[in-house]
């Protein structure tokens, strides 16, 4: 649960991984999803374009292995 404190949003997720490297990856996008969405452009007005587009790159990130490196 992440909260964005200046428009009162909760982001409330479960993300339970599975497989191989599932619980990798439900620990990036733990990290990283709330923080990358809440900055987004669009999140005030769209926050489903937000979450969409951050999600989008996020499973890009996981696929390119960048999970592995510093993410900013």
Known sequence: MKEHKSTGTLM???LDGHGEA???VSHFITD???RKTFAHKSF???PG???RDEVLKLEQA???GMYC???P
């Open 12 to 14: 409330l997720c479960v």
């Open 22 to 24: 599932g619980d990798l």
């Open 32 to 34: 990283h999803l709330a």
């Open 44 to 46: 005030k007005t769209d």
């Open 49 to 51: 374009l937000a979450m």
């Open 62 to 64: 996981l696929l390119k």
């Open 69 to 71: 490196a510093v993410w």
